[in-house]
């Protein structure tokens, strides 16, 4: 399979731990987007990067919440101290701007419950 | 926030029947996607737009991007219970921005 992969697929924890996502995007694609989503709503733009640099980043994107792509490959999206308030599904996406035009493949999103 | 507007909110409906959808925006977008999303799953792309005016077809599904930029349309033709889920659409704000916007989705059901 040679689609975006997330891991994990769901994280349970504790209000006040750190948790660390992981998300491979499509080899050829230059474009990593993180997002989160709650239930009843679409996706939420948080941040994205090309290639290894992080281009933009959400008001979303409180300062607990940190995100890398080292190596312009893989990416991780980290947040500490958690909140219930962050409880949701973090998905990445990834794309390849080709001809001025762009289109995001969607990974199957980390699912987190915060206790 | 969130700037464009999908309706209906959900649907329920027989196997068979076509269903249609839409989603709305006062901004101009200058490229519509249509994603459906399953369960605790990601979104999938089903179709993408990029010129206005556009009508696009992908087996049963076909997509318009609206002659003014500000809307676009998405139907399901003879629909099977598999269409069930969220359907999204998603754009880029025209002007340079990279980031889409997502709506909040159109619930679909169907009944066998």
């Known amino acids: 399979d040679t689609g975006v992969s997330q891991d994990p697929r769901h994280k349970i924890t504790k209000r006040g731990q750190n948790v660390t996502f992981r998300c491979d995007p499509i080899s050829e694609h230059n474009r990593l987007y993180w997002y989160r989503q709650t239930l009843g709503q679409g996706p939420e733009f948080l941040t994205y990067?090309?290639?290894?640099?992080?281009?933009?980043k959400s008001r979303l994107l409180s300062d607990r919440f940190s995100a890398e792509r080292p190596k312009g490959s893989f990416s991780t999206l980290e947040i500490q101290r958690t909140e219930q308030g962050d409880s949701a599904m973090y998905l990445c996406?990834?794309?390849?701007?080709?001809?001025?035009?762009?289109?995001?493949?969607f990974g199957p999103g980390t699912r987190l419950l915060v206790l | 926030g969130q700037q464009l507007n999908q309706s209906p909110q959900s649907m329920f409906i027989q196997e068979g029947e076509d269903v249609s959808m839409n989603c709305t925006s006062s901004?101009?977008?200058?490229?519509w996607l249509w994603y459906k999303q399953d369960p605790g799953e990601g979104p999938v792309l089903l179709i993408a737009?990029?010129?206005?005016?556009e009508l696009t077809s992908n087996g049963r599904l076909t997509a318009q991007f609206g002659i003014t930029r500000k809307d676009s349309f998405l139907n399901i033709s003879a629909s099977i219970p598999s269409d069930v889920g969220i359907y999204f659409c998603a754009g880029p704000l025209s002007g340079g921005s990279y980031i889409p916007t997502f709506g909040r989705g159109t619930s679909l059901i169907v009944h066998p």
């Open positions: 901004s101009i977008f200058n490229t």
């Open positions: 737009l990029y010129k206005a005016g």
């Open positions: 996406a990834s794309s390849l701007v080709e001809w001025g035009a762009e289109t995001q493949y």
């Open positions: 990067f090309q290639n290894e640099a992080q281009l933009e």
